[in-house]
């Protein structure tokens, strides 16, 4: 709420007055303060008085919700911006709404000393008459600002291709004219660690920072938790008192909350104790109910929002279990005071999260305990080289690495997925269910679903429906709960039903061409988890590829896809390792669904003689991470013809243009030869070919305009494009191919 600009309060009839034109929410944390902004700026934005209450190293504007700003809110504005820099170091602004960047083009200081990070450009639909928005960051997409070339995206509404609806040089004036840069460290960890925003792939990955003091381990965890988390490098060797301080984590993925639960599972026998300290409200409603921590874990601190109304200031409040139980045992939140004001605090959780304080144990943590935990989480880590690989790592140990040596801090960074281990078979072969897991404890139904014709974990399998519909089952390996095995299954049932897709298209070219594509990688992935599934790799490649293989289906299929499961079912199993889950999950598709399934895929589009079929699911065995595009089956013979853009090639692109499914496909290129054949030029096409990323192709389009050709350069008289008549030379139709990023140049083939 806007400290400067109170809403009206009720009038003694007792109806309330009008809302604020203009509502500002404020987030602390330490020297960094957050605004945002959201409404209309006009004259009853008091911008002198507002920056007069604002002290920070850095403030962080966001205005993404600003919808309007009247020539008096103009002024307001400047003089709030005058007004911050002799109360703040360093200004950002973050998603700027498209009204905040006219005012950028067009006022002078309208940023003051702040810098701009990122900012919503308008894009416009005209096939649904949708507006829609894409946020654009200055350290990741400044290419693609500085070249002023917005290419059409995929229409959120229909899926049509939607273009920018902006003249590129007037929008993007301003932005250009200040330099590229990445947020500071600490402003990035604070805006995607405490308040979701997405600003930072390098603030996003986990770091960990570790210490060892006698038989005590202290653990800070930093980062969002996701499958990278490496639950195995860090159990090893963990014994006695084991620390950790999560205060850091932000988003909580479900395959990121399956890898705490094994990690906490495999520390717990060799472990006195497991105390978790300054507990975000996320990591404390999901990851800290009973089953989720075992018998030897307790929370000794955690952190919930609260709002003094009377600074409109919002801010993380650590709370001690131990001093407030009394309190915290009837999911009532302590009484808390303002640090700038006194004033007293609201508490600003959600139901959910107060409904869940009694489930907390009461901490029993001794004194000499409390004074290690405290010296422990006070200690700033040693600043050394940090350990990204396995071999720097082992290089830096020499006889015990660095990061597990007795007393030293180790730093380590988790670079993604396919950093150290993310996945972990739970140490059983899959011939059958429940084999080392255990006794059968719960199960979601009394009686095992009729559709459940086997129970072999980590696999799908399908039948025929009567009316050529299809039904396809998934099981999950065993899981730490029953949500992050659903996760798991749904993905596996929706590669069965693409499986059973691609067997009933009889087309011999798409066979060729799209099935060759990817089925010798999905059985080397299946075959490799078959010989060893204790592998953490062999498992994590079958997941990936499965998932990828849903987010296709989902992505391509359109509404014969069903969006939910037809049946779900669970069985809960209790064993030496704890409790474990597997779970089943039916998709369902009737006979009409199934056969527009089949005439999607299999539907041919041509042009300029290249036929192509739409991207099919099952490719994301190979390709994870390309979702749509169109599959070349045929090259050809016309402008686009090349050895080098063979068969099984996806493509993309075109002309910086996305490139969602073959009819697209058709269209665009289509579109981009019909702009080229005056003059003709260059077309790029971005495709993803052979096992690399993908790769850019350059076709020189001849074009029909004549052109004088001087003389002494070939010859002279008059020239067409493909021409090279009276001794000149013509446009040859040659492809030239790079790899973006590489630093490679480019030779013109027509030179």
Same mark, same amino acid.
Do not use: M, N, W
């Given at each position: 709420m806007d400290a400067a600009a109170q809403p009206s309060t009720p009038s003694q009839t007792g109806i309330a007055g009008p809302p604020p034109k203009l509502s500002i929410d404020k987030f602390a944390d330490g020297g960094i303060v957050c605004l945002k902004l959201a409404g209309t700026i006009d004259e009853s934005f008091e911008g002198k008085k507002l920056a007069a209450t604002l002290k920070a190293e850095t403030l962080v504007l966001d205005l993404a919700d600003i919808k309007k700003i009247s020539s008096f809110g103009i002024r307001e504005w400047v003089d709030f911006m005058n007004g911050l820099a002799k109360q703040v170091k360093a200004i950002v602004l973050l998603e700027c709404a498209p009204k905040v960047v006219d005012q950028l083009n067009m006022v002078a200081n309208f940023a003051g000393t702040g810098k701009v990070f990122s900012f919503y450009a308008p894009y416009r639909c005209d096939y649904c008459d949708t507006d829609s928005r894409v946020l654009l960051q200055v350290d990741k997409d400044w290419e693609t600002i500085k070249s002023m070339k917005m290419p059409q995206r995929p229409c959120p509404q229909c899926g049509e291709g939607q273009y920018f609806d902006e003249d590129p040089a007037t929008f993007f004036a301003y932005i250009i004219g200040q330099d590229k840069f990445e947020l500071d460290g600490q402003v990035a960890a604070f805006l995607s660690a405490k308040l979701n925003y997405t600003v930072s792939e390098q603030s996003r990955k986990l770091r960990v920072d570790k210490?060892?003091?006698?038989?005590?381990?202290?653990?800070?965890?930093?980062?969002?938790?996701?499958?990278?988390?490496?639950?195995?490098?860090? =159990?090893?060797?963990?014994?006695?008192?084991?620390?950790?301080?999560?205060?850091? $984590?932000?988003?909580?993925?479900?395959?990121?909350a399956a890898e705490w639960r094994g990690f906490l599972q495999m520390i717990t026998p060799a472990a006195e104790a497991i105390y978790l300290l300054g507990v975000p409200p996320a990591f404390l409603e999901k990851l800290t109910r009973p089953e989720d921590m075992g018998p030897k874990t307790q929370v000794l601190s955690f952190s919930i929002p609260y709002t003094c109304n009377k600074c409109a200031t919002t801010t993380a409040q650590q709370i001690d279990v131990e001093q407030h139980y009394d309190v915290l045992k009837f999911a009532t939140p302590p009484e808390m005071k303002c640090a700038d004001c006194k004033s007293a605090m609201v508490c600003a959780a959600t139901e959910g999260l107060l409904t869940h304080l009694p489930s907390l144990p009461k901490p029993s943590v001794s004194p000499e305990a409390k004074k290690l935990i405290k010296d422990l989480s006070t200690r700033k880590p040693e600043k050394k080289k940090v350990a990204t690989t396995v071999a720097e790592a082992a290089a830096q140990g020499k006889g015990g690495s660095a990061w597990m040596g007795a007393a030293i801090m180790?730093?380590? $960074?988790?670079?993604?997925?396919?950093?150290?281990?993310?996945?972990?078979?739970?140490?059983?072969?899959? =011939?059958? =269910?429940g084999q080392d897991l255990g006794q059968l404890t719960k199960k979601s139904a009394d009686q095992q679903p009729a559709w459940i014709t086997s129970k072999t974990p980590f696999t799908s399998y399908c039948a025929d429906a009567k009316d050529g519909g299809v039904s396809c089952v998934g099981v999950s390996s065993p899981a730490p709960s029953a949500e992050d095995g659903e996760d798991e299954a749904r993905d596996a049932a929706l590669d069965g039903v693409a499986n059973a897709i691609a067997a009933r298209i009889g087309d011999a070219k798409w066979q060729s061409g799209v099935a060759k594509l990817y089925a010798e990688t999905r059985q080397a992935k299946l075959d490799a988890y078959q010989h060893d599934p204790d592998s953490a790799n062999a498992r994590r490649d079958v997941r990936e590829a499965r998932k990828a293989v849903a987010a296709s289906l989902r992505a391509t299929g359109g509404v014969a896809v069903p969006t939910a499961p037809a049946g779900k079912y669970w069985e809960e199993y209790t064993g030496e390792a704890g409790k474990h889950y597997l779970v089943y999950v039916q998709y369902q598709l009737a006979g009409a669904e199934a056969k527009r399934l089949v005439e999607t895929y299999q539907h041919t589009e041509n042009a300029d003689g290249v036929t192509v079929v739409s991207m099919f699911p099952q490719v994301g065995w190979r390709y994870p991470k390309v979702t749509e595009g169109a599959i070349v089956i045929d090259v050809g013979k016309g402008n686009l013809k090349n050895a080098s853009l063979g068969d099984q090639t996806?493509?993309?692109?075109?002309?910086?243009?996305?490139?969602?499914?073959?009819?697209?496909?058709?269209?665009?290129?289509?579109?981009?030869?019909?702009?080229?054949?005056?003059?003709?030029?260059?077309?790029?096409?971005? $495709?993803?070919?052979?096992?690399?990323?993908?790769?850019?192709?350059?076709?020189?389009?001849?074009?029909? =305009?004549?052109?004088?050709?001087?003389?002494?350069?070939g010859g002279s008289g008059t020239h067409y494009n493909g021409g090279g008549s009276n001794g000149g030379h013509g446009n040859v139709n040659v492809w030239d191919r790079y790899n973006p990023g590489s630093g490679a140049g480019r030779d013109d083939p027509t030179q």
């Open positions: 210490l060892i003091e006698g038989r005590a381990t202290f653990l800070r965890l930093a980062g969002d938790l996701d499958a990278s988390f490496p639950r195995e490098k860090l =159990a090893e060797g963990l014994e006695g008192t084991v620390i950790v301080d999560v205060a850091g $984590v932000g988003r909580i993925e479900p395959a990121g180790g730093f380590l $960074v988790i670079a993604g997925v396919g950093g150290f281990l993310a996945y972990k078979q739970f140490a059983q072969k899959p =011939a059958a =269910a996806v493509v993309l692109e075109v002309g910086g243009r996305a490139v969602h499914d073959a009819p697209s496909f058709s269209k665009v290129v289509t579109e981009e030869l019909e702009r080229l054949k005056d003059k003709g030029g260059r077309l790029e096409l971005r $495709v993803q070919a052979g096992d690399g990323g993908p790769a850019v192709f350059t076709a020189q389009i001849p074009g029909t =305009a004549p052109v004088v050709v001087p003389q002494g350069s």
